[in-house]
């Protein structure tokens, strides 16, 4: 019994790694560099940020250190279900003020369950505490592991939301077919994407450098980071 369940488990796991390839080759390839990422990270926050009473709470993202975005993270479920996404962190310099320049991330997890189907979702976490903000930055960081994550409040403020909920260290949101609305992330991992930032840098550079303002942000990072820096002052 025990030699069908492990010829069970390795023709499951084939055939997640066949599905996963053909879906992912078949899904249309919509931002190949890290240029196209960031241009796409900029038109996914400012659409998400610009609903009405539906977006990231302003409160919530002047408060925050550091925020999450990758645009078009690849789900896919063939019995055993997986994920996969290339983003960018930014951060608050040391004078909480402005967002510094993008780190590059990449975000893999996989769930356990009857699924089949394929889909991309675009994901935004909003990193609420520095303990947190050094676990985003370290090479590999397990969402709901080192740190408490929460579906995110929608809204233009959170004056109304519960307690529970603005006590997570990590805020997560996805948005699906239009849809947008805070997501209970917890399992995944977020790694460091050395070769994207080495294509944005021009070298080999790490998160914390990045962070840490060791390197000037690169030109093509300028929309997003306007629109964070002005998203965090708007008035309510």
Request: net charge positive; hydrophobic share 45%; proline share 3%.
């Amino acid at each position: 019994m025990w030699n069908c369940r492990s010829s069970y488990v390795r023709r499951s796991a084939f055939v997640l790694s066949v599905t996963w390839l053909l879906v992912i080759g078949a899904m249309p390839a919509w931002a190949d560099t890290a240029a196209e990422r960031l241009t796409e990270s900029a038109t996914v926050l400012k659409e998400i940020m610009n609903t009405p009473d539906k977006g990231i709470p302003d409160d919530l993202l002047r408060s925050a250190y550091c925020v999450v975005i990758v645009p078009g993270v690849k789900n896919v479920g063939f019995v055993i279900g997986g994920k996969y996404g290339r983003g960018f962190v930014l951060c608050r310099q040391d004078n909480r003020a402005d967002w510094g320049p993008p780190a590059a991330v990449r975000i893999e997890g996989g769930s356990v369950g009857f699924q089949i189907g394929a889909s991309e979702t675009d994901v935004v976490m909003l990193v609420m505490d520095k303990r947190s903000m050094s676990g985003i930055l370290s090479s590999k960081f397990t969402l709901g592991g080192g740190a408490a994550v929460a579906a995110g409040p929608v809204g233009r403020s959170t004056t109304a939301q519960t307690d529970a909920t603005l006590q997570a260290k990590i805020l997560s949101y996805s948005r699906s077919r239009g849809v947008f609305a805070g997501l209970a992330l917890t399992g995944a991992t977020l790694r460091e994407d050395r070769d994207e930032n080495r294509e944005m840098y021009g070298t080999a550079v790490t998160n914390k450098a990045i962070v840490a303002g060791r390197v000037a942000a690169p030109a093509v990072a300028a929309d997003l980071i306007a629109l964070l820096n002005g998203y965090s002052r708007r008035e309510t």
